[in-house]
């Protein structure tokens, strides 16, 4: 029995719920004796239940399955920048709690196993569940994760470098965890939550302190070789442009990241100064001059980056999210005008603004964490 086999009946039953087995065989192609194998495994594992609902054709009504929506949970962890948020989901994919606290400066791993450990005990609590009903752990990492999902390689935010995060968690919380990171998620999650086609190929670009990108394709996510796979923040888009931390000149992630914007504002700005992204958005709504110059500036840049990627990978749908998310609105209409100018004709695409926003990189590490458990049933 093939691990690619349980998954697929899983989410067969996730988009369909109550369905026969037969119904399962027709359209995932695979043999009934397959089906029986793979609907057996996830009865065990209480993923699926049994109802007697079906039309009878003379007899007893047939057995329909649907996914138990009671008994299993997968938690999604984001480790941010300054925050760490954390998300409860059932198996069909809906949020039944959240909580957030935020991220101290200079945090060893273990200190951040204990906080994501404390804060999974809190969602237990709050939602009257057991620690016996999570299934498994996804967390949302900002760098670079080793091609099992385990090992955290490089992470320039968080100044680590080839952590066993997974295997440390694992010891805390007594349950599988597997990392992956935050832009991966990002696309991951929009993709669920917008439910697009098993045929969608979704590019996601995620802009905070500095710039990441996803790729789902065929409801999988994109790794390359070793799991680091799509650094477009760290791709030319301007020669003549700032010093990027990488070394280079023009790089997305030099034009385009939050701490830059910022910069830019606190630099050309004679009288006022700003700290985030909320009070840009608050000064371009007030039809400040530079704070107007500088978004409308953000957007080109995003829109250059956007249609670079889509004329090199021909997605279906390009989405943008992460920290910029408060102004993505300001922006969006001269994201895809200006993309569109530059994109080619064969290669354009929907390209939308994410709408889990802050929790998406946790909504995404959830539903990540129950795939890859569910993997392992064979």
């Known amino acids: ?55 009878s054709s003379g007899g007893r009504p047939p057995i329909l399955l649907d996914i138990n929506r009671e008994n299993g949970f997968s938690v999604g962890i984001e480790v941010g920048e300054s925050h760490i948020d ?16 935020r991220l101290s400066n200079h945090l060893s791993p273990n200190a951040l196993a204990d906080d994501i450990k404390n804060m999974i005990d809190e969602l237990v609590n ?26 955290l390689l490089l992470s320039p935010n968080l100044k680590w470098k080839d952590v066993d995060m997974a295997r440390l968690l694992e010891g805390k919380l007594n349950k599988p965890v597997f990392l992956d990171n935050g832009a991966n998620l990002m696309t991951f ?7 697009l086609s098993s045929n969608a190929m979704v590019l996601g ?26 650094e477009a923040g760290h791709s030319v888009i ?27 504002y606190n630099k050309q700005s004679k009288s006022k100064k700003i700290d985030n992204v909320r009070e840009l958005n608050e000064l371009f709504l007030k039809k400040d001059k ?40 300001l922006m969006i209409k001269t994201i895809k005008t200006s993309f569109l100018d530059q994109v080619l004709t064969t290669n354009r695409c929907e390209l939308l603004t994410s709408q889990l926003n802050e929790k998406s990189i946790a909504y995404g590490a959830a539903i990540m964490a129950i795939e890859k458990e569910i993997e392992g049933y064979i």
Not at 9 to 32: G, N, W
Not at 322 to 327: D, L, M, T, V
Request: aromatic share 4%.
């Open 205 to 230: 670009i995620i802009v905070g302190r500095g710039i990441g990108t996803g790729l789902v394709v065929k409801e999988s996510i994109f790794r390359g070789v070793n799991g680091a796979a799509l």
């Open 290 to 329: 530079l704070a107007v110059e500088l978004i409308n500036e953000e957007a080109f840049y995003l829109s250059v980056l956007s249609a670079n990627l889509a004329n090199i990978f021909n997605p279906s749908h390009i989405i943008i999210g992460g920290e910029i998310s408060p102004i993505l609105p």
């Open 189 to 195: 999650a929009e993709y669920h939550y917008n439910k």
């Open 1 to 55: 029995m093939e691990p690619d086999n349980v998954l697929e009946v899983f989410k067969t039953v996730q988009k369909k719920s109550l369905i026969s087995r037969t119904e399962i065989a027709k359209i995932t192609k695979l043999s009934p004796s397959t089906v029986g194998r793979c609907t057996q495994r996830l009865l065990e594992k209480n993923f699926f239940v049994e109802k007697r609902v079906g039309k």
């Open 86 to 101: 954390a998300v409860l989901l059932n198996l069909v994919n809906e949020m039944k709690d959240s909580n957030s606290k």
């Open 126 to 151: 709050k939602a009257h569940i057991s620690q016996e009903d999570i299934i498994s752990v996804g967390v949302g990492l900002p760098g670079i994760v080793s091609a099992d999902q385990k090992r």
């Open 238 to 264: 301007k020669t003549d442009g700032p010093l990027c931390s990488c070394g280079r000149r023009g790089c997305a992630e030099a034009l385009a990241s939050l701490p830059r914007l910022i910069e830019s």
